[in-house]
């Protein structure tokens, strides 16, 4: 009985995992771009936390970065974010295939 039971839990556990992984492919897009912006943002991560020789708990030093976006909007008015290298690609009045 453990044995049927053990079987269909990895059996649910397999199709679950492979459905999860059907959402992170790539379905294919093709719209025409009308406008096209990049957006950049400052970001700071924690540092890693680690223990002295003390017995203190330290925060190692932050991290700060500029973080870039870039999108195309849609004739229809959607906006979709891209790679760099369909941005450079993208222009106005043109198609451009993107990932949805």
């Known amino acids: ?3 049927i039971a ?3 839990t990895r059996g649910t556990f397999a199709l679950f995992a492979v459905a999860g992984c059907a959402t992170l492919t790539c379905q294919p897009l093709t719209v025409t771009v009308a406008d096209k912006k990049e957006q950049a943002r400052f970001e700071t991560t924690p540092g ?3 223990t002295t020789e003390t017995g203190r708990i330290e925060e190692d030093v932050r991290q700060s970065r500029t973080v870039r976006e870039y999108w195309v909007r849609s004739s229809e008015g959607t906006w979709y974010r891209v790679p760099l290298e369909q941005y450079r690609k993208a222009e106005i009045g043109h198609e451009l295939e993107i990932c949805k």
């Open 1 to 3: 009985m453990h044995l």
């Open 6 to 8: 053990r079987t269909l």
């Open 48 to 50: 890693a936390m680690r």
